[in-house]
């Protein structure tokens, strides 16, 4: 049995760990961890030992080196051994701060420690105590004291002290990412007497011929070491096994849904070329080549007697709405029904008026139902009525939100299903979809249409979405105006602002976006360390932008003369709905917003963008900005407001208008994270950023292929199975 190492008083000991312990074991049982931190780690998504355990650090300090006191000076930060000689608390009377002052020596000499504000700390140590220090050191010879440092009380100091049986101190420390009120001290204290006891019950989960053959850690010796890694080479192994297995699991989750679709039927859909001619001459515009080329894709697909499965991936503004059109036109000509679906309301109306202009004189009949109305042509109707109509056929194309999944909605012959902003969906939802056709009982799949206005590069779409089927609008409708975009350091501000009074002045509005809505609470681990890194996350925190600050500075002091209204995540709708209809109507001339307003809503008379914090944004996102405004006639401001001297991300802004350069550039500077939205994945960063290594992800895919080809349903790999069914409830595959 392994000791747990410095535990204060007020910390339990390992030998609580009694009783029968897996990896499904709920957080609850685990006797550590109190109500209020049940509830930090299920915020987290942490439910389990399991998802705890699988919750990594994601970088390392190295304390390994434990010099003698003699040698330590100002700087640091040091790992270093002693005794207590002293140990007391001190008020300052000017601060009214806590001090805590500690005397600490070694044979080599004695060096003071102090605490600022944790006068509990003189409970946790008393003199003769045998402690483990890290941490930076302040002032020099007399004066000099180690500050706020990392410490570790070791118990049988008499014996032999070996590196690998301490926790917080003279090893590798692992750090994990900044949470809320969860420092990285209380994760190792809970994580590390678990492992020791789980470790080995933790079962294998590659395909053990893979494993051996890649050349990867065993899953034990792997979470071991990523938490409390020997080297920083074992880490980096660790590490890397990790991130074969997410890639592996990727790969196999989607090799598994091709080979499901494949075999899959679906409804030819003849190609009506009359039609699609005469409604190509009434756009009062002349479709692009890259639309030309998708509808084309697309039709053809919808021939064939197997589902299309296909992306139409284009920039904002790029047409993909007339390249939909044209696809719906053809299925309802052929007698079949379009599902089309909009990750909100606002969006699923506007599709609604879009398509039904299109359509005009095509004798189409649309539908809309969201949670709030539901429209039939110009009519509203009662939602058991448009149901009704939806089941009995006498609606062609049925526009919609969620709503849309609901249980009671029914087709009488869905042909085609068309998903707009497709990440807000998961694959579940849409199967649901698409086994709404023909009463429910499908034989027959509908084919398969997302959109997507996030331009993704081509090797990140293949290496994500596999052998999907994808179409790319890269070049812009002729005539567009570019936004002229401009980095603004903070001495220019004042210059930013009198810009946009007078653009408002005359006439136009504006969007402010801000990255937070609160300002930020200061995480336990920041204060309580002294560690540089945190120093300098305290510094970033500390200035986000929120958006309700902003709003009021906004409003009370730069232009108190101007109309402003807010935006953002945790308004109700009402709220939501009163701010866009007030901008839309123009009674605010400048909207502050979170990122909600990033996706594809049209406001023509928006004609400057103005992003806070925009150091905050990765390229993908910044672009996507971008683009709410240049939908009118005029002409159209981007301002990225930095901190920075220089940001390449914001430098290719001002280049680039090309979303999908724009995109290749982020996917260098930082990996994949924030062009794919990362959340929706929920994979850690390092897998994200290794999705670009090509080369591994294409060995991943030849290993997924090779288990698939000898066993199809994963019958000799039960936990693999399990955990790509779990999988499948999380993440969409296109
Ligand atoms: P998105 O790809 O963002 O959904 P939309 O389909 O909403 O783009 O199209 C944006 C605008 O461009 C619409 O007003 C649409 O009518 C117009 N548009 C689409 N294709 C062309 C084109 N080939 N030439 C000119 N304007 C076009
Ligand atoms: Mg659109």
């Not at 990412?177 to 933790?202: A, N, V």
């Not at 679906?266 to 699609?276: D, F, H, M, Y």
Request: charged residues 30%.
């Amino acid at each position: 049995m392994e000791k747990m190492e410095g535990c204060g008083p007020s910390e339990c000991r390992f030998d609580s760990y009694r009783g029968h312990m897996n990896l499904s074991t709920p957080i609850e049982e685990i006797p550590r961890i109190g109500p209020a931190y049940q509830k930090r780690l299920k915020k987290l998504g942490i439910k389990t030992i399991r998802d705890l355990l699988f919750h990594f650090p994601h970088r390392y300090e190295d304390f390994s080196d434990i010099i003698p006191i003699s040698q330590v000076r100002e700087g640091g930060p040091f790992c270093f051994q002693g005794e207590v000689l002293d140990i007391k608390n001190i008020r300052t009377f000017r601060k009214r701060m806590m001090l805590t002052q500690m005397i600490i020596a070694d044979e080599t000499g004695k060096l003071k420690v102090m605490w600022f504000n944790q006068p509990y700390l003189i409970n946790t140590f008393k003199k003769g105590d045998f402690l483990c220090l890290a941490g930076k050191v302040n002032g020099k010879g007399s004066l000099m004291y180690l500050s706020n440092p990392a410490y570790e009380k070791i118990e049988n100091w008499k014996l032999k002290i070996e590196n690998s049986d301490l926790t917080h101190t003279g090893r590798l420390i692992p750090i994990y990412p900044e949470t809320e009120g969860m420092s990285s001290r209380w994760l190792r204290f809970i994580i590390k007497p678990l492992l020791t006891k789980i470790k080995d019950g933790i079962p294998e989960t590659l395909p053990e011929e893979i494993r051996k053959e890649q050349d990867l850690l065993p899953i034990k010796t792997a979470v071991w070491q990523i938490h409390f890694p020997d080297t920083l080479e074992k880490a980096e192994l660790s590490k890397k096994r990790f991130v074969f297995e997410e890639l592996f699991d990727l790969a196999l989750a989607i090799l598994r849904e091709k080979i499901k679709l494949a075999k899959e039927k679906a409804i030819v859909i003849p190609i009506n070329l009359e039609v699609i001619k005469k409604f190509i001459q009434k756009l009062p515009f002349k479709l692009t080549l890259d639309q030309k080329k998708s509808a084309w894709q697309i039709l053809k697909d919808l021939e064939k007697a197997r589902p299309m499965n296909r992306l139409l991936d284009g920039d904002v503004g790029s047409g993909k709405t007339v390249v939909a059109a044209i696809a719906v036109l053809n299925a309802v000509k052929a007698g079949f029904q379009t599902a089309f679906m909009a990750p909100t309301e606002i969006l699923a109306k506007q599709h609604f008026g879009t398509i039904n202009g299109l359509l005009k004189g095509f004798k189409v009949k649309i539908g809309l139902i969201t949670g709030k109305e539901n429209l039939f042509g110009s009519k509203k109707i009662k939602r058991k009525e448009m149901i009704d109509k939806t089941k009995n056929g006498e609606i062609d194309i049925l526009i919609g939100t969620h709503a849309l999944v609901q249980e009671k909605v029914e087709f009488k012959k869905l042909g085609l299903v068309i998903i707009d902003e497709q990440h807000r969906f998961g694959i579940e939802q849409r199967a649901r979809l698409c086994h709404k056709g023909y009463g429910g009982q499908a034989k027959l799949i509908p084919h398969f249409l997302s959109m997507s206005a996030t331009p993704i590069p081509r090797t990140l779409a293949l290496t994500i979405y596999g052998d999907l089927d994808l179409s790319l609008i890269k070049e812009m409708p002729k005539g567009r105006k570019k936004i002229i975009t401009r980095v603004i350091p903070p001495e220019k501000r004042q210059e930013a602002y009198d810009f946009i009074r007078s653009e408002v002045q005359s006439g136009r509005q504006v969007f402010v976006i801000c990255p937070r809505i609160e300002p930020n609470e200061l995480g336990e681990e920041a204060i309580a360390s002294s560690l540089p890194f945190a120093r300098l996350r305290l510094a970033r925190v500390a200035d986000v932008k929120a958006v309700k600050q902003e709003y009021e500075k906004l409003r009370k002091d730069v232009f108190p003369d101007l109309n402003v209204g807010m935006l953002h995540g945790k308004m109700k709708t009402e709220e939501k709905e009163k701010a866009l209809t007030d901008f839309r109507e123009r009674k605010t001339d400048i909207l502050v917003s979170t990122s909600v307003i990033e996706v594809g809503i049209d406001f023509p008379n928006a004609a400057i963008m103005m992003i806070e914090g925009s150091d905050k944004f990765g390229l993908a996102q910044l672009h996507q900005f971008r683009g709410r405004v240049g939908r009118g006639e005029h002409q159209s401001y981007c301002f990225l407001f930095s901190e920075f001297r220089s940001n390449p991300r914001l430098k290719a802004m001002v280049v680039s208008q090309d979303g999908f350069e724009l995109a290749e550039k982020d996917l260098k500077l930082r990996g994949p994270g924030d062009l794919t939205g990362q959340r929706q994945w929920g994979f850690p960063d390092f897998v994200m950023a290794s999705l670009k290594n090509i080369e591994l992800v294409e060995k991943t895919r030849e290993a997924a292929k090779k288990i698939l080809t000898k066993d199809p349903e994963l019958k000799k790999y039960p936990l693999l199975r399990g955990k790509l069914e779990e999988f499948r409830e999380k993440i969409h595959l296109e």
